[in-house]
């Protein structure tokens, strides 16, 4: 988005921890720190701009009943976010450096939006706190629910958080969160470093109760 060329002359004014939220064994996903003082040499900003394009394909609200609001949309890129940070967990240092830079641009990215809409220097910290806490927990959900072969609960109450979706809709949205993180795992790591991670196509076919609707 175009706030992330401004975080590149801004710092953030609130550098404290966020701490681990899962209580999971040590290797369950990390939590990368947003706050750190000490930047990565690894130009994640065309890696996140893929992420937020794909987060806002049509077809995930038009036709599959994801919430079209700036809520629905950060959950969006929440989804997208915590698939490749997932891919990245088991590609070594270089992957792990990578996804510390990519939560970075996340947050930074965050922290812009939020003082384009005028927040002031402390209401930021205290609401950018308040996003990563929640990002947080939804990688902790989304990724429970994976490794247990099922989401819908975890999208359920996250990504259709402020809807209420059909069964189908969930199904669909389970259906694509499983393909796009076999599209990853089969994706060279080069690739989604350069910026081209590849979540297979959002197709999700005619939903029961919507038919064919166009954005």
């Given amino acids: 988005s175009a706030a992330i060329e401004k975080r590149r002359h801004r710092g953030h004014s609130n550098r404290t921890a966020v701490p681990r939220l899962s209580r999971k064994p040590a290797h369950a996903m990390p939590a990368w720190n947003p706050f750190r003082l000490k930047p990565v040499a690894f130009p994640a900003e065309e890696l996140y701009a893929a992420i937020v394009e794909r987060s806002r394909d049509p077809r995930f609200y038009a036709a599959h009943g994801g919430p079209y609001s700036?809520?629905?949309r950060f959950e969006m890129v929440t989804l997208h976010a915590y698939l490749v940070l997932r891919r990245l967990r088991a590609g070594g240092p270089a992957a792990e450096q990578a996804a510390q830079a990519l939560v970075d641009v996340l947050f930074a990215d965050m922290d812009a939006n939020l003082r384009e809409m005028g927040a002031g220097d402390l209401g930021v910290?205290?609401?950018?706190?308040?996003?990563?806490?929640?990002?947080?927990?939804?990688v902790a959900a989304y990724d429970e629910g994976q490794a247990k072969g099922d989401a819908r609960e975890a999208l359920r109450r996250n990504l259709f958080g402020t809807v209420s979706p059909s069964p189908a809709e969930i199904d669909a949205m389970a259906g694509y969160l499983g393909r796009a993180e076999t599209a990853l795992a089969g994706q060279e790591l080069a690739e989604i470093l350069a910026g081209r991670p590849d979540f297979g196509r959002p197709d999700f076919g005619p939903i029961e109760g919507r038919g064919e609707e166009s954005p």
């Fill in 125 to 138: 910290g205290k609401r950018v706190k308040r996003m990563a806490t929640g990002f947080y927990g939804r």
């Fill in 70 to 72: 700036r809520d629905g």
